[in-house]
């Protein structure tokens, strides 16, 4: 019983995939499993840095003479409000760094899919589906 229409699957077999062809279609899939890594750790080191200055912000309030407990490893060490201030500065530069870092491999990353995606799709047209479903 075969059903044709709308809807139906129907294998095409014009489509050949070379050896080279394939290798290009893992090396994208490599590419955009590293890129959804890539991502998931900056939105961990925003949301650090978004602490980072909540942090500053408040020890603004405090008073100069009251002493911090700042984090450092597993260990709490009381420091006056300057040292503290100081330390979640070079955390923040740090950070922004970081930031800036991952930023700039997500970039690359996008880049050489890009180009990849280009070839593919040249090759395979509506054959090939490289779109992330939260695109």
Known sequence: MAITGKGTFQPDSDVHISYEDQQKINKFAKLNAKLD???????VS???????EEAMDE????DDSSKI???????????DLEKTLKALDIAKSKKECEIEDIKAICGE???????LKA???GKFGSHINLENEED
């Open 46 to 52: 925003q949301n650090d840095m978004k602490n980072l």
């Open 37 to 43: 890594e890539y991502k998931e750790e900056l939105k």
């Open 69 to 79: 407990p700042y984090l450092i490893g597993e260990v709490f060490i009381c420091q």
């Open 119 to 121: 070839h593919l799709y």
């Open 59 to 62: 020890l603004s309030l405090a």
């Open 109 to 115: 990353l996008k880049f050489q899919m890009g180009e």
